[in-house]
């Protein structure tokens, strides 16, 4: 699914030390021997050494940071596998026992609704998983057709959808998020913009309080950025693990004693998106609030700045004006 990192820069590496240790050897016992009969090549000798030496030692330092960084990577790999075996193993358990039960035993019209109604939530689940990680292969290879697929995204809009999807996909009120935007654009590819946020709120939901409370601004800064914030209720990010969260497979805890699922690839695949479309993403507390907030900065401009229609201009700033400060619940969102 990801690529396969190149071995021939740490083999290369390898051999180059080994060479140049072997140089050095023999130069020394060379050396040696014409020291032995005079003197004169004393400092040039001491020199060259010292030099092969401090090659070799690079070289070394380099082999180890390469060795650790491997080690660290297989570790959320495990870790990965362990995520996706439970996330899948999960729902098919629970949807193999329910076929079981409607096979094998004579149930009421009621319990055979809710049967198929929680078949369906574990097929959704099974869905959303398999989309995350086609998605996290997808972010790394840039097509030259994707190009044509940039447009200008009313970013108030795709954050409203985002929101209201959200709530139903985790099943809580849809007063869990509320909004507080202005009209603006981001040039981007639609998908693209709507992964970057649809990650963002499902991990604010997931990892927020009881009951969770996620709040969105959004807003032009007036300099050809576009700010968003998202933030949530819950325990916070420590400070010394703020960046290494969006690295891919990075979830903090075990996955043995982990209560929250996930396959550490979001806000790896968040900050990719980010990355792409020439803007910046930044993690911060809420000061004596409890939660964590998402700061993300993308190219983009007030609406009306890139709208020719001035009446069309004016109904696109009085809907996001509407949806200021409201939950996220708009009839016919997806």
């Not at 004393?42 to 080690?71: A, D, N, Q, R």
């Not at 999807?165 to 639609?190: K, M």
């Not at 997931?206 to 409370?213: E, I, M, R, V």
């Not at 891919?248 to 996955?255: A, D, I, N, T, Y």
Request: with cysteine.
């Amino acid at each position: 699914m990801f690529p396969r990192r190149s071995l021939g820069w740490p083999i290369t590496l390898g051999v180059v030390m080994i060479v140049l240790l072997v140089m050095l050897i023999i130069g020394w016992v060379f050396a040696a021997a014409v020291a032995a009969q005079t003197a004169a090549y004393w400092w040039v000798i001491l020199v060259v050494g010292t030099t092969f030496l401090g090659i070799v030692l690079v070289g070394v330092v380099l082999y180890l940071l390469i060795s650790i960084k491997e080690i660290n990577l297989n570790q959320r790999q495990s870790n990965f596998i362990d995520s996706v075996t439970h996330e899948l193993k999960s729902p098919i358990a629970s949807m193999k026992l329910y076929l079981q039960t409607l096979t094998r035993r004579q149930v009421s019209e009621k319990q055979q609704a809710d049967f198929y109604r929680f078949m369906l939530d574990d097929l959704e689940r099974l869905d959303t998983l398999i989309n995350h990680m086609l998605d996290a292969a997808r972010v790394e290879h840039v097509n030259k057709d994707d190009e044509k697929e940039i447009v200008d995204v009313e970013l108030a809009r795709v954050l409203q959808e985002c929101a209201t999807a959200a709530c139903q996909r985790h099943s809580v009120p849809p007063e869990t998020i509320t909004l507080d935007v202005r009209p603006a654009i981001v040039r981007a590819r639609a998908i693209d913009v709507d992964m970057i946020f649809r990650n963002l709120l499902d991990n604010a939901i997931k990892y927020g309080g009881t009951p969770p409370q996620v709040q969105i601004e959004m807003w032009p800064d007036g300099r050809g950025r576009v700010i968003t914030r998202v933030a949530d209720n819950g325990a916070g990010i420590p400070l010394q693990l703020r960046r290494k969260i969006f690295g891919r497979f990075v979830r903090l805890g075990s996955e043995l004693t982990r209560a929250k699922t996930g396959t550490g690839l979001g806000l790896f695949i968040v900050r990719t998106l980010v990355k792409r479309l020439k803007g910046k993403i930044t993690v911060q507390g809420r000061g004596a609030r409890s939660g964590t907030v998402f700061e993300v900065e993308l190219p983009g401009d007030p609406f009306e700045v890139r709208t020719s229609d001035a009446s069309a201009t004016g109904a696109a700033a009085t809907g996001a004006a509407g949806m200021s400060q409201t939950p996220a619940s708009v009839p016919g969102a997806s």
